[in-house]
């Protein structure tokens, strides 16, 4: 059985619901992820030794929650964390909840690449700044955050692509979108037609995404 | 002006504990360019980096314009290094902000209010001659470029040091010079009390006043660098001389020499005396120049000649004589054959 245009031609209102849902819960994912994962990265960074905060306890904890829920596979963490779900959003079905346990996944993992980003930083300019008598939140607002502005960037685009790729199973717990259709009903139904399609908008969703967030890493860069 | 007393610094590595500053102790002048000398490891740059205290003195005393600033840390060290600006091999410039928001950025951090800021950038960058790169970034700016927004930035809240670690070393010969008369303008017009490291004595005879050569974490000569230059003491100091005038001369020519070779060393104001000269009319003798230059260190003469003398030994012996009352100093490099 292939692709079958009649067939596809009758699935796009679901296709069309499954799209904005993945739109849906990766945008709530991704806010959470930048808001709670920046400050954490941050932290991360400023802490290790010889920073301006140097902190081994902070570090120290830090790194093993982070590296502790990375650890954890997606599909359990889902499960996992249906009791947090219920507590956050009153529901543990739906694209809503599935969103609470993409947002527990995708902030370490964007903490850990922003802390990568800010690596990246020279030294020496961290400490022009130190000599120039900067505040640390100078150091933090316009020495790290910006010298690391496209490597961030970079790491949105990342974490944004993962996250299309965790939310093919939110369907667990009826979380709906793209990924959890073709799983569903290309896969478990065998429809070739509905396979091919999901699939093929997730590759150029991806593609656009990456596309985009390469431009523009590359459009703030001064350097 | 910065006082250092005893100062060590004490580094734990893998491989032991390591002295990189070792019990130094300096006073350098309200008002004089002082420079630090050595090769790399010598420990320049950390007791460099110990006056502003991006390195922590394991031991000694450092006072800078009477603030001991061991003493302090938090906001007060921070309020403290406002007024000491320091200036880098690789410039540090951040090279997602212009030139302006680079210099407008040590002003931010003396709260300093915006309307004031613009003015202050304004005037920073008239004075190191920038005044058309206002808003480009550092990237596109070459070497020399960024070392002037570099001393923008650190001169902005009008320090009273200015530190340079290895500033020209990374500039080519004729930036490194536009530099140097910069930080020279810098020096005497604002009377600001400069310290730079430098493992070229180029840069030390270009601007310094006084000197000192560091070696192992330790300071083992110090004092005016005339002084230095015209009498040496150390092996090191005589080998960074050495890098800026030499005095080498090929084997087969000392080989080709019969007579005594001397070398003559005129300071200061004997070395336009032209005692050479009257010597050689005196005396029944030939003089054959092997060497000579004369070099000027802050504006002052230093006249070395290196010659054969062709003539009696008695003549030599009188002639030499003659040369030592007249206040130069001679040195027999090689007997006569």
């Given amino acids: 059985m292939g692709f079958d245009f009649a067939h596809f031609v009758e699935l796009i209102p679901d296709i069309n619901t499954a799209f904005l849902q993945t739109i849906y819960m990766i945008t709530i994912s991704l806010v959470i992820a930048v808001v709670i994962g920046l400050p954490i990265g941050i932290l991360l960074y400023i802490t290790d030794k010889g920073l301006i905060w140097e902190n081994r306890l902070v570090q120290n904890v830090l790194g093993f929650v982070v590296n502790m829920v990375r650890s954890v596979p997606f599909i359990i963490l889902l499960v996992a964390l249906l009791p947090l779900t219920d507590a956050i959003v009153k529901t543990t079905i739906g694209p809503t909840a599935a969103s609470v346990s993409l947002s527990v996944a995708a902030i370490p993992f964007f903490a850990r690449i922003v802390e990568t980003a800010l690596r990246e930083i020279d030294k020496g300019v961290i400490e022009a700044a130190i000599a120039a008598g900067a505040t640390p939140w100078m150091i933090i607002k316009d020495v790290l955050l910006l010298e690391a502005k496209s490597g961030i960037i970079s790491g949105i685009t990342l974490t944004l692509i993962s996250l299309i790729g965790f939310s093919a199973m939110a369907g667990t717990v009826g979380g709906g979108g793209i990924g959890d259709l073709a799983i569903r009903f290309g896969y478990y139904r065998y429809d070739n037609t509905i396979m091919i399609a999901t699939v093929l908008i997730l590759i150029i969703l991806v593609q656009v995404i990456q596309i985009l967030g390469d431009f523009i890493a590359k459009v703030v860069d001064k350097r | ?337």
């Fill in chain 2, 1 to 337: 002006m910065i006082e250092i007393q005893n100062l060590s610094k004490i580094y734990n590595t893998k491989n032991g504990v390591v002295k990189g500053v070792d019990d130094v102790t300096l006073s350098i002048q309200k008002g004089e360019i002082y420079g630090i000398v050595g090769y790399s490891g010598a420990g320049k740059s950390s007791l460099l980096r110990c006056i502003n205290l991006l390195e922590r003195p394991s031991t000694g005393h450092l006072t800078v314009d009477g603030t001991d600033l061991t003493s302090l840390k938090g906001e007060p060290l921070r309020l403290a290094r406002l007024k000491i600006g320091m200036i880098f091999q690789h410039f540090y410039l951040i090279s997602q902000k212009t030139v302006f928001e680079n210099i407008a950025f040590a002003l931010k951090a003396a709260k300093v209010p915006s309307k004031e800021i613009t003015k202050r950038v304004e005037s920073l960058l008239d004075m190191v001659g920038l005044s058309d790169k206002r808003d480009v970034y550092p990237s596109q700016l070459s070497g020399g470029q960024k070392q002037r927004v570099a001393i923008a930035r650190a001169l902005a809240n009008n320090p009273k040091v200015l530190l340079c670690d290895e500033a020209t070393s990374a500039l080519d010969p004729t930036t490194t010079k536009s530099i140097l008369n910069l930080l020279k303008k810098i020096n005497e017009e604002l009377d600001i009390t400069v310290v730079l490291i430098t493992h070229e004595m180029n840069v030390v005879k270009e601007i310094c006043h006084r000197m000192a050569i560091m070696q192992d974490g330790r300071v083992i000569e110090e004092g005016a660098v005339y002084k230095i230059f015209s009498n040496p003491k150390t092996a090191l100091a005589k080998e960074f001389i050495a890098s800026v005038v030499s005095f080498d001369i090929p084997e087969s020519i000392v080989r080709s020499c019969t007579g005594p070779i001397v070398k003559v060393t005129f300071r200061g104001k004997v070395a336009g005396e032209g005692v050479i000269s009257d010597t050689l009319q005196q005396f029944n003798l030939k003089g054959n120049f092997l060497h000579c230059s004369i070099e000027y260190i802050q504006e002052m003469p230093l006249g070395i000649f290196v010659m054969e003398l062709k003539g009696e030994k008695k003549e030599i012996q009188k002639a030499l004589d003659y040369i030592e009352h007249r206040d130069a100093q001679v040195e027999v490099l090689r007997d006569g054959i």
